[in-house]
Each structure stands twice: as C-alpha cells, then as structure tokens.
C-alpha cells in the first residue's frame, strides 16, 4: 500500500509539473471535460455500451477543439481526439449554413391560378405536349418556363402526350353529341301474350325522344316507313344529324339505311354484344321499363301506344336529366325562387296514365 501510495504522488507530481505552463483557460477545460465524461458514464451504468446524445458530443468538441492535439492526446477520454475534431467541424458547417442563409429560398411557387390553368389546357387538349401548352400560355401573356409546365404535369401525374391522345369511344360519343342519333327496339308483351316491338330513337345532344311506333311484325316494309317519318321529323324541326348509332339486329331493313343515307345521316354499327357503344339508348330502354312498362298491364296495342305517346310527352316536357342540370330535353330549368316565394308553396300533381307517372306544378 505504501508503494501504491508512493507512485500515485510523483505521478501526480509530474501531472502538476505538466500543468504549470497551461493557462487557465486550457485547465478549466480539462477539468470540466473529465467531469461531462463521469456525468455520462453515471447515466449509463447498466448499458453495454456508452452512447453519447447530440448535446455531449456538442458540448465535448465546444470544450477541447480549443486544446492542442498533444493536450488532447494526454487526456484521458472515452473518444478518439480525432473523433472531437470531427465533430467541432460538423458544429461549424451548421453555423456557417445558418448564417449565410439566403433570405430567399429559390424560386417562388407557381401561382395556383396558373397551375390550374396548365391543367385544364392538358385536360382538354390530350395531343398537347407540355411545349404546346407552354406555347398557349405564351399566347395569353403569362410568362412561366416550360421546365415549370413539365414539372406541374409530372407532378399531378399527366403522361405526355403520345400516351394520352388516343380517342375513346366516351369521348367520340361526347365530341359529336351535336349530331348523334341512337335507336332501339324495345320488346314488351301484352296480357294477350302477344310480343310487341317498340322502336324509339333519342338525341344525343337535347335526350330527346322520338317513338317512332310499335308492331308486332317488324317487316321490311313498317322499318322503311318509320325510317322516312324519322327523316321527314327532322327536316321539319331542322335538326341537323350526321351519324346514327344502332346494333346489328336483323330487324332493321337495308332500305332504311339508304333512306337515312339521302338526307345525311349515315348509320354506325356498335359492337356485338357492346351495349355500352349506345349506352344512351339502353339508359332509355331501361328508364322505359322500370317507369313505365314494369307499372303498367299492357292490354293490346292500341293500349301500348296510347301509354307510350304520355310517356314520351312526360319525358321530354318534364322529366329532369342529371346530364342536363336537371332540365328537361324540351323544357330548360326555370329561374330560382326568391325567399318570399320559398316560404309559401302551392304545389298542384298532375297524373298521366291513371297515376302511374307524376307531375308537379305550381298552382295557377
């Protein structure tokens, strides 16, 4: 013990010697470096290993980058000096980036409104590459790179134009509303058990509807004649029709078409076994049914077109279309009322058909 004794005091004695020369400052730091040392050792006596947080490494490297390597050298620390270097380094990168910190990040963001336009000119133009689009903003005086118009494409996950150009059949059917026609033959029985055709045709444009008659023997000859009061119905309303979409059902004459041929029309076959290529006229079809044919005991044909003729009024006089803001294909949705009228409401019903379709008027 005296000889353990002995050697802690002239090494202990040198220590001093060695110490003599440091300033005060350099003492000050490798006594408060030792002691953050025993602190952290303290708070990890149970762990495997000895983890240093962000504020000791920050606190550690504050305290001994000052010292000379040979200083930190003699010191006895649970890291390498080279390890305090580093990391008075990483200290210093993060200040001198808070400092030289531009006042303004980049380039300002694209205002919404033009965003929103780039947007609307990609939707409605699908062959338009983002040059053309830059080109039309350059058109209407908005100043804006075409890198900026790409990147607002990309972003919102618009493919380029090559992959978004090709056609649809939706967006034919859209495209040339104007001059589109459809029809169908709907098919019934009677309480007779006879089997009844109906043949209609509706605008794409206006829904409007046209039932052209009903048979219980569609021949050449009744196809041919319905087809010229077809043509003679629109030459007389100056309805302007290019193409009308039909199945391949063999009920519809080769006549008929030719008839449709000289005043204009030409007539495109859909798929077989496609409805949705005449979605319009199966909507109907189905609307016809469910509101009409599914409600009512048809008792012969005289019957059916009696019932058909209120039906075809009721739908293009009153009946809403969601595709139309609620309005009607003969009749547009009327101005809204004010709150003084909203407050009293004198609402009259008008039945068609015995009550199997409703009306609903204000009083006169």
């Not at 002691?35 to 149970?46: F, K, M």
């Not at 390597?69 to 990168?93: A, F």
């Not at 804006?144 to 972003?155: N, R």
């Not at 290019?242 to 041929?261: F, Q």
């Amino acid at each position: 013990m005296l000889l353990r004794l002995a050697y802690l005091t002239v090494t202990n004695l040198f220590a001093a010697l060695r110490m003599l020369p440091l300033s005060d400052r350099d003492k000050d730091a490798e006594i408060l470096a030792p002691r953050h040392q025993l602190t952290v050792l303290e708070r990890q006596l149970s762990a495997e290993r000895i983890k240093f947080f962000p504020a000791d490494r920050a606190l550690l490297a504050a305290l001994l980058a000052p010292l000379p390597r040979q200083v930190l050298c003699r010191l006895r620390l649970l890291i390498r000096p080279d390890t305090v270097l580093r990391r008075h380094r990483d200290l210093m990168k993060r200040r001198h980036a808070r400092t030289c910190r531009p006042k303004r990040p980049g380039r300002p963001p694209t205002v919404r409104s033009i965003r929103m336009l780039i947007l609307r000119l990609a939707r409605e133009n699908p062959s338009w590459g983002y040059r053309r689009v830059h080109g039309e903003l350059t058109t209407l005086g908005i100043q804006i790179a075409a890198s900026t118009v790409w990147e607002i494409l990309t972003a919102e996950g618009i493919d380029p134009a090559p992959d978004r150009a090709a056609t649809t059949w939706t967006d034919f059917l859209r495209s040339q509303a104007d001059a589109l026609l459809a029809c169908d033959f709907v098919e019934t029985v009677t309480l007779t058990g006879q089997r009844q055709y109906i043949f209609a045709v509706i605008e794409h444009a206006t829904r409007r509807t046209r039932i052209l008659g009903t048979t219980a023997h569609p021949t050449a000859a009744w196809g041919t004649q319905a087809a010229r009061n077809l043509a003679m119905d629109l030459t007389d309303t100056k309805t302007t029709v290019t193409y009308l979409i039909r199945d391949r059902d063999t009920k519809y004459p080769a006549p008929c078409d030719e008839i449709l041929s000289d005043v204009g029309i030409q007539v495109v076959l859909t798929g077989i076994r496609i409805p949705r290529m005449n979605a319009l006229m199966e909507c109907w079809v189905q609307t016809c049914r469910h509101e009409l044919l599914d409600r009512t005991l048809i008792w012969n044909e005289r019957h059916l077109r009696s019932a058909l003729r209120q039906f075809e009024l009721h739908y293009n006089l009153h009946r809403s279309h969601q595709a139309m803001n609620q309005a009607a294909p003969l009749r547009a949705v009327p101005e809204p009322l004010t709150r003084a009228q909203v407050t009293h409401l004198d609402v009259h019903r008008r039945d068609r058909l015995g009550g199997v379709l409703h009306e609903y008027r204000y009083t006169a």
